[in-house]
């Protein structure tokens, strides 16, 4: 009798515990000591209308796992931008230019990454990140374009990133985006694949549970490209994208097709106001 | 030619009777969300329904359920809620009813149809990414569907 007694309190005692565990962690991130950045905000805009605060993922990470971002010497994500930056200033391609040649120091790229994707006029389509690049890459340089998963390619992104951490990501959802976005919020809430869920289930709905040893976060793509330990390499958002479709037992989309394209517009804007992280530690 | 085809016709009549004892995913009738009669015509057994909800790539009940009584299923979810004492809250034809399609019990529930092959919004081929080729078969069998019942039935306060 005393035993069983004694066994229940454990219990509630255990399961009190993950249930602590379970909300975001209380704490601020501040990079380097000198880079504060908005990881929580008390109100999502307006338009979202799913969400009445924002958090980055970092916040549904382990301690040991949120500490790395905090230092960049201690961030496995910066050697992809160290990467990236001797690259700016190779020369490739027919034209006998680098980034440089156009671009002067990474620095300059400051702000880029907060409007992405955004709408080109001159192409008369929506442009991610990666497409900007390879505009460049292809129409400027007269070299080969890159992978939306290679390597080069998402160190650069990291790099272009970088330089615009902690600013406010601010992407535009009206005017030529509005088609974009609408597509992109319709596929938010799809039930994709034979087990029917759709990325609200999971990150609007459950952030801050768990399924099964996953935290769930809110799904927002400020910290990307992130680092991720599982694969310790940098991984693009159209590649976390990819996976989480798949994962319902879809037929997922290609990195760079029209439909995440829209769908990183929408997830983009429901972090409108979280500041630029990557590159950013998940698990 | 023709004896050929008629031979598959009486193949495939004679491979429906020896399952009719087994009610498919379309026939099943939900009455308030609840389903009175075994999918498989057999009784379940409760040690395969336990494998059945523990292993992730059959049931993983546990991935949004707790279940007390089975510690040795590691990191189990907090989704749904807890299914200590489940069977104080239901009957057995309310559970084979959420088991097989909780839908018709929580309208828009995230808990998936474990007895049903669609429609789907781009079904897959398992967690492989790519597209299904043909009809799905449900989630879970007839018979792990009552396994997992007779499980859930020994889960009283």
């Known amino acids: 009798m005393k035993f069983r007694a004694l066994a229940s309190t454990c219990a509630i005692v255990a399961f009190a515990g993950v249930a602590a565990n379970a909300d975001p962690a209380d704490d601020t991130l ?38 790395m971002e905090q230092d960049d010497f201690d961030n496995p994500g910066m050697l992809g931008v160290e990467a990236a930056a001797a690259n700016w200033n190779e020369v490739d391609g027919t034209a006998g230019k680098a980034c440089a040649s156009c671009h002067e120091a990474p620095e300059s790229m400051a702000g880029v990454r907060t ?19 390879n505009e460049c890459r292809t129409e400027r340089m007269g070299a080969e374009a890159w992978g939306w998963d290679d390597a080069a390619m998402v160190n650069m992104t990291a790099l272009i990133s970088s330089v615009s951490r902690g600013l406010p990501m601010n992407v535009a959802v009206d005017g030529p985006a509005a088609p974009y976005w609408e ?52 991984s693009s958002i159209h590649n976390r994208f990819k996976g989480c479709v798949r994962d319902t037992r879809a037929e997922t989309f290609k990195p760079g097709s ?10 983009a804007s429901r ?13 | ?53 523990s292993t992730r790539s059959l049931g993983n009940c546990v991935a949004c359920h707790a279940i007390t009584a089975m510690p040795s299923a590691a990191f189990q979810g907090n989704i749904g809620p807890s299914l ?34 669609g429609p789907y919004i781009r079904p897959g081929d398992a967690f492989t990414g790519k597209a299904a ?25």
């Open chain 2, 133 to 157: 080729e043909g009809e799905l078969p449900p989630l879970l069998s007839a018979q792990q569907i009552e396994d997992v019942v007779a499980y859930l039935m020994t889960l009283k306060e």
């Open chain 1, 115 to 133: 409007q992405m994707p955004k709408y080109s006029e001159a192409k008369g389509t929506m442009m991610t990140l990666e497409m900007y690049i």
């Open chain 1, 183 to 234: 597509q992109g919020k319709e596929m938010y809430y799809t039930r994709y694949g034979q087990l029917e869920l759709s990325c609200a289930n999971c990150h609007e709905d459950n952030y801050g549970n768990y399924i099964r040893a996953d935290h769930l976060s809110q799904g927002q793509i400020n910290g990307f490209p992130v680092y991720r330990l599982k694969d310790a390499k940098l």
């Open chain 1, 30 to 67: 501040v990079i380097n000591g000198e880079i504060p950045i908005v990881t929580h905000t008390d109100a999502a805009p307006p338009y979202i209308e799913g969400l009445t605060e924002q958090y980055s993922g970092w916040h549904f990470r382990e301690a040991d796992t949120r500490a």
């Open chain 2, 84 to 117: 200590d004492g489940v069977a104080g809250r239901w009957d057995e034809a309310g559970l084979r009813g959420i088991v097989s399609d909780a839908k018709m019990t929580f309208d828009g529930t995230m808990m998936p149809s474990f007895y049903k092959t």
């Open chain 1, 271 to 283: 972090g409108n106001g979280l500041s630029v992280e990557s590159p950013s530690i998940r698990n």
């Open chain 2, 1 to 53: 030619m023709k004896r050929q085809l008629l031979l598959g016709l009486i193949l495939t009549a004679a491979a429906g009777v020896a399952a009719s004892a087994e009610t498919a995913p379309a026939d099943v009738a939900y009455e308030d969300g609840a389903v009175a009669q075994s999918l498989s015509g057999a009784a379940g057994n409760p040690e395969e329904g336990a494998k059945v909800i």
């Open chain 1, 258 to 267: 029209p439909e995440f394209i829209a769908l990183e517009v929408y997830v």
